[in-house]
């Protein structure tokens, strides 16, 4: 059997690395020159994918974003640097001898089924032929860019958080962001002190959740726990929003600050920032309601409000999909991802989707078990249910996110971590089983049910 892996990110690298553990042969092709995906700070390059911020920190801790058989070195810091998670891919790949069976700068352009398999064309003319392909390019692929009234009477730059690198070139502007998620954060924060003023706008406004929790420890080891999951299952729903509310509210009040919006806390992706209360309570970023319209060199919000502008920032996401995939094997619209458990087509079980999802966790572990189980249903040891049952699986899981979320594109991929992880772990035989564990070694498996639901547990 032969796998073809597209991208050599986060994703890509534990596809690797589970078709080697099974003796397959394997080819990822990665149209960069180096792995890491977003992970890999491109400043000067175009057209070859988003990639991060200079001063970009990860949004979750080490232990929680590692792979499971291979922690980050004990003495880096609990929050890494984007350079610190680019090396800790090499490490991995390096470790796991991934490199070798990596193409740099080789550009997937189309890939149909051919004779029992896939025909995969390359931007270089070439054509391979492979039985089994996993998709790892993730959801960060292109850029969304908003409708927005009378934009073309606007003289000043205009980009999207896409293309927002480092802060050269803004010093002295006058910034307007539209769109208040975590790449908006990152970027205002970076400009706040440079620029000569940093406005944000906001049409329904948001929670912000610190990463450092009380006692300085990183927020998603006290809260990616079995403990907190089954806690906020058991309370009511109202209970559980009002005390994440109130927990919120203690470091910055939501609604002196013009950011409380009418959605509860678990009706939302988590919007996570540290510095957002600091800057705006010392005048360095301004809260402004949603946009209306534009002057030559201004913004005008809903509330009449007009705001000076040289640079109109759009931090509005990203469309999902496959450009280089026959759209008869998969086809994504309106943002809604036809996949099983997000990861099969339910007509094609010889192709799988590694790391499209949108976690409230890291991605990097969820991967990682992705790609575990995905080999195995290649191989045949893991039977599919049937097509009707992946088709209600993905309905069911399509009406639980139109329940709980407000509506908005990057909510048609949302998962809760430990409830994902499990999921996906007990298809794979990896879960762990806290009742015989707690006969056997009742401390260790209160440890498991209390403590921070780690990767290195489902690495059996």
Not at 74 to 93: C, G
Not at 120 to 145: R, W, Y
Not at 416 to 424: F, L, R, T
Request: net charge negative; aromatic share 12%.
């Amino acid at each position: 059997m032969r796998v073809c892996v597209v991208g050599a990110g986060v994703s890509g690298l534990p596809a690797i690395k589970a078709c080697l553990e099974e003796g397959v042969d394997v080819v990822c092709y990665e149209k960069s020159a180096d792995l890491g995906g977003l992970w890999n700070y491109r400043p000067g390059q175009k057209n070859i994918g988003g990639t991060v911020m200079a001063t970009t920190v990860v949004n979750t801790s080490k232990e929680m974003m590692a792979y499971s058989d291979f922690p980050p070195p004990e003495d880096w810091p609990n929050f890494m640097h984007h350079s610190k998670v680019n090396e800790y891919l090499h490490m991995y790949a390096e470790h796991f001898g991934l490199m070798k069976h990596i193409k740099f700068n080789v550009v997937v352009k189309y890939i149909t089924e051919e004779n029992d398999g896939f025909r995969v064309e390359l931007e270089n003319g070439s054509v391979e032929h492979f039985e089994k392909v996993m998709l790892c390019t993730g959801h960060h692929a292109e850029p969304l860019h908003p409708q927005l009234r009378d934009i073309e009477k606007f003289k000043g730059r205009i980009m999207h958080a896409y293309d927002f690198r480092d802060t050269k070139g803004f010093e002295g502007k006058n910034v307007f962001l539209l769109g208040i998620g975590n790449s908006a954060l990152d970027i205002a924060v970076d400009l706040a002190k440079i620029a000569k003023s940093v406005t944000i706008s906001t049409r329904r406004g948001t929670w912000i959740f610190n990463k450092v929790a009380a006692g300085g420890m990183p927020y998603d080891t006290i809260y990616m726990t079995r403990c907190y999951d089954w806690l906020m299952d058991t309370i009511p729903w109202t209970v559980a929003n009002d005390f994440m509310e109130h927990l919120v509210q203690q470091r910055m009040d939501h609604d002196v600050y013009g950011l409380r919006p009418n959605h509860r806390f678990f009706q939302q992706h988590p919007t996570v920032n540290d510095s957002l209360a600091n800057l705006i309570c010392t005048g360095y970023i301004t809260i402004a309601d949603d946009v209306d319209t534009f002057t030559a060199d201004k913004v005008i919000v809903k509330n009449g409000r007009s705001y000076d502008c040289d640079v109109f920032i759009t931090c509005t996401g990203y469309t999902f999909g496959f450009p280089y995939l026959d759209k008869k094997i998969l086809n994504i619209e309106h943002h809604e991802v036809p996949l099983y458990k997000f990861v099969f087509p339910p007509s094609h079980s010889s192709l799988a989707v590694i790391g499209m999802i949108q976690p409230i966790g890291s991605i990097v572990p969820i991967s990682e078990l992705q790609a575990r189980w995905v080999i195995q249903v290649f191989l045949g040891n893991i039977p599919l249910p049937s097509k009707q049952a992946m088709l209600d699986d993905i309905a069911e899981k399509r009406a639980k996110m139109k329940r709980r979320y407000f509506q908005s594109e990057k909510h048609t991929i949302q998962v809760d971590y430990v409830k994902y992880m499990d999921e996906i772990a007990s298809i794979i035989g990896c879960k762990p089983d806290l009742f015989k564990t707690m006969l056997s070694d009742p401390r260790f498996a209160l440890r498991l049910f209390m403590g921070a639901n780690v990767p290195y547990v489902h690495c059996v």
